[in-house]
Every structure is written in C-alpha cells, then in structure tokens.
C-alpha cells in the first residue's frame, strides 16, 4: 500500500511537471526533474488515514476535472456546431446566392408549367416573364439554354395575338372595374375613417390571378365571347408533349448544383417543388400555411416561399408573421429579375399589415420607404404586359392616406405624379380601341405554316368578331377612366397651374378629339371647355313600348337603362334591358350610330292609358347622378282593326 502511494504521488508530481513545464518539454527538463526529486528523497510513510484523504483527494480532483472536461466539451461542440450552421450559411457567394434563387425560380416555373398545361393563359403568363423579366446579368449559358427552351416550347401552344390581346382586355377591365368598388371615391382616403379597410380591399385586387378563368367570367357583354373560352384546355396530345419537353430540368439542376458548388440542400428537387406547386394552390388557407411552416427547413432558401406566406399570413391576418415573412424574403433576395414584380405585389399587403401592426409614425416611415420599392419594382413602358398601372394606382392611393396623416403636401404630388404617368400610357390604348370600333371589320388571316389549332382559333375569331360587331357599343377603357378619375381629383386637390392643365388635355384630346366615344364620359376630363351636362330634351330618341333607340353616344359598356312605368297605384320598375342591334350608317360618324335596346319585361307589359313612362339612361354606371331622363305619356289611339291600341307621346320640359 505504501509503494502504490508512493508511486502515485511521484506520478502526479511528474506529470504536474510536464503540464507546468508545456507541450515543449524536453527530455533534459525531464531528467532535472527526476534528478530533483531522487536527491530530496525524504519518504514519509503516510498513517492509514492520510492515505485515505489522498486517495479521496484524488478521486475529487479527477471526478471534477472530468466534469469540467465534459462540460467543455459540450460547449465546444454545440459552439462547432453552431459556427459550422452559419458558415454553411455565410459560405455563399452572391454569384452562388444568385445561382440557388435562379436554379429554384427555373425549377418552380418548369413544373407549374408542367402542371398547367390545361391553361393557356397561363402559359401566356410564363411567356412573357421569360422574356421580359429576368435579368440578363444574372442568367449563364445553362440557364439561357433552359429558359430558351420553355420559350420555344410554350410558343408552340401559344394562342393567336388577337386572342391573347382580348384576353389581356378583359382581364385589366375586370381589374379596374375590382379597384373602382374597393376605392369608389378617388378621394374618399383623405376623408375616410376606416381607411385601413378600404385599402384591404384594393390590396386583394392586385393578386387577382391571371391564369384563372374567373378572371375573365364578370367581363362585360360584349365582350364576354365564348371563344376566348374555347381552346383554353390543351388537347392531350399538346399536354404530354409539354411535359415531355420539360424534362431536362432534372440535369439542369444537376448542371448548376456541380458548377456552382452548390449546398445541395438549396436546391429544390422535383419532388419538393411538385409539393409546393400543389400546397400553394390550395384554397383552405389553415391548412396551407401548417404545411407551409411544417416545410420551412425544405424552402427557407427559396424566396417565393415566403412571398407566398406574406400573402397567407396577409389573408389570415397574422400581421405580424406577415412582416417577418416580408423580411426573411429580403434577406435571402438577389437580382434575378430586371424588375421583382412578385416583391412588389406583396408590398401592399406588407403596407397594409404595418398600418394594422405599428404606431402611426412608424407605419408613415414604412409606407413612405415601400412605396419607393413598389415604384421601383413595376414598370411603366407601354399599355399591356409591359405596364403595371394597377400597383401604382393602389401605391397613389397610399400616398393619399400618407397626407392626410401628415398634410406633407409632397404625399398629393406623388400620387399626381403617378395617376399623370397612368393616364398618359392608357391613352394610347383607348385610342387605338376607338379606332378599331370605328373602322370596318378585320379579319385575322391565317398564316402560311400554321397549325391546325392557330387556324381553328382564327376561324372562331372572325365568326366571333362579326358576331359581336353587330352589338358593340362604344369603348371604355376601365383602367384610364380609374385613373383620370384620379387625375383629375388630385388636380382640383392640388390646384395645379394651367400650364399642367394644358398638357393633360393635350394628352387625352389629340386635335381636340374625344379621348372617350361616349360624350357623357368624355365630358368629364376636360379642362377650360364648356362642356357641361348633356341635356336630355336636345337628345333625338325613339320607345315603342317594348324598344328603345337612343345615340351610341349617349352609351356605352358600362351604362345602366331603367323605365318605370306609373299609373297613380303603383310604380312597375323595368331593367332587363339588353342590346339588340347597333346601327352604323355608312361613311357615317360614331354621333350618327344608333343603339336599340329591347326588353321581354317591357315587351309582355300591358300598357294602359294614361301611364306615365319615365325611362332614365345612366351612360356610366359609376356616375349615377349624370343619368339622361326621358318622359312618356301612353295614350290610346284608333287604328284599323286593333282595338284600344297605345301609343306613346314622348314629354318634354
């Protein structure tokens, strides 16, 4: 017993030597210390219980220092742990940054265009971001060589211009007429106590999906044609081909995933991306978003991930996960695209969730920095797929909100700044529509080299054209009469000098001609001319009782015709009024056109003598206090072989 402490006390004196003496300990350090110890050789031979204080004391030490020791090593992995997570995250490039998000978005894209076969529009939709959005600085040759691909696929199945054109037509019309219940009053913000539902309202318009079909199912009568319906499914042999020539997808992930040296957690696979294509189109929004966070770790590096949850969380109301979702998409975003169009759709709602969220001044800071991104992030070149007129409108209506919490009047020029812009793309559009309806009829010709289906929709076409010609009333463009409603609202606001009055009447009346073919409308949006309200008694029109014959331009898409009919009981309301023929004179112009209505009501009605006929026309339907009123009386009349006959005797002031 005492040699084993003996020797365990001359083992812990050298090894306290070596660990006091470093990891450079040489062997001479270690001979004097032998030498040391041998020649002070003093042994005290320890009593029984010193041993066994020793032998506890050591037993202490080592349990301690392996605690310590275990402890410390715990710490340190966890700390490994944590450092090798974060330079996972930090070991990303901005050109391997770029890569991931441009990888998902191809990736993404190819499968909701394999998944969409069915839906013409919205391979329409995917068309033309391909070509127009993305940026050319952040596509190489691989993802060109994709992108060219789903071009020159998709343009295969792509409907005749004409098609798409009036497919654009009703979808924007749809829009405005959206926006114009959501804001009724361009004004009504700077006055509105519940503002913050109004512009919920509007916010839910921009997402308006332009794949669906109910998009497209409120347009107006007339143009509301069953072809732009028909041919909207690809045939199957069309849709298998589709998906077969998507397939190279797979190496084209595999391609950017070895070159860039991608994580390849990052990289969405099919499975995961067919996954997110179907959650997302889910309507039960309870269910999408527990799938949506049970799936984070899967696509916490794909943005449109969490633009999708701005969106849910938006429509949920959760406010608060609605920003944080906002900012965890910027803090993964690059440039891919020349404008980040999917950013800026979101932004209203994030506006929207800070004005319910934060203090007044901090939601006045927030809006005023994300409206700049908004107008930054939509373009503004020509009427069409190039112009997103509708974010900016909603973006003025902000500014709007923003002065009447602030009276900075540099909020009511901003929104002017943005309406004038609106205005002075749109105008060219009306105009070309006006142009359209007053020229003959034009027929689309089918191509040399056409295929099968290009030459069934032209046919359908020109059947349908001609159809519709024979009803079609005077054109509105929704989008430009929204927006000069703005305009002009924010110049009486604002009282802008005559010099900008000047110009804007120079924009919408090129050589003084009507921007609007129905006067009434047209009218409105002029500046320093005297043109008052339409009186009734100059207007030249014709009532048998059971038809209606009135100027085209005192009409148009968007006016409402109601008759009572009085006769000192009760008042009989007629308004299933419907246009039955649209009269055009040759070498005529439009004032000499003429709209007949016809009604099953009116013509089923039993008129009595001494009925009073009070017909009121309201060319726009959002004007309802510029209506036209005409007055009847019936009177019985004698006429060979018709017994107590009646006639109406039209009543003037």
Known sequence: MKKKIIVLLLAMSMTASIVGCGGNATPSDSSISTTDTKEESVVVEPTEEDSTEVSESVDDNIIEENSENTLTTDEEAES??????????????????????????????????????????????????????????????????????????????????????????????????????????????????????????????????????????????????????????????????????TKNALNYMYNMVRDYDLPGDYALNDESVEAFVTWTAKDNLVSKISWLESNQNTYEQFGPYWLELVKDYYDSEDYENCLNALYKYEGISTRIFRKDLDYAKVLPMAIIAAKETMSESDYITFADKYCDLILSNTKKYKDGEDFDWSIRYFTAQIYIDLFAKTENRSYLENAYAIAFENVNILADGQRAQNEIYLADIKKVEVKKGSTKREKKEAKEYNKALEKERKIALPPVNESLYLNCDL????????????????????????????????????????????????????????????????PATCISDRSTISLTISNGKKDTVIDDWIVDEVKRQKKASVSDYTVTYMSEKAEKYKYQDGDVITISVTPVAESPDKNLVFVYNAKKVKKAFIINSIAFERKKK
């Open 80 to 245: 490994v742990e944590n450092e090798e997570t974060e330079e996972a995250e930090e070991v990303l490039s901005n050109t391997q940054r770029n890569s991931v998000n441009m990888l998902n978005y191809m990736t993404v894209l190819t499968q909701r265009i394999n998944q969409s076969p069915n839906n013409q529009a919205f391979l329409e939709d995917a068309y033309s971001s391909l070509k127009n959005d993305l940026y050319p600085n952040a596509v190489d040759s691989k993802t060109q060589a994709q992108s060219t691909n789903l071009l020159d696929t998709i343009n295969g199945y792509r409907m005749i211009s004409v098609k798409r054109d009036r497919l654009e037509y009703i979808y924007e019309q749809n829009r405005a007429q959206a926006l114009r219940q959501a804001i009724p009053n361009p004004m009504g913000l700077l006055s509105a106590v519940q503002s913050g539902s109004t512009l919920k309202m509007a916010a839910s318009v921009l997402y308006m999906a332009v794949d669906a079909k109910s998009s497209y199912d409120s347009a107006t009568s007339q143009a509301d044609l069953q072809y732009l319906k028909d041919g909207w499914e690809l045939d199957d042999e069309s849709a298998d081909e589709l998906h077969n020539s």
């Open 487 to 550: 305009l002009f609202a924010l110049a009486d606001e604002i009282d802008i000098s005559q010099k900008e009055k000047d110009k804007i009447v120079s924009i919408l009346h090129e050589n003084n001609d009507p921007i609007f073919l129905t006067e009434a409308l047209d009218n409105r949006f002029w500046f320093g001319k005297n043109t008052g309200d339409i009186k009734a008694d100059d207007i030249s029109i014709e009532f048998n009782g059971e038809k209606l014959i009135i």
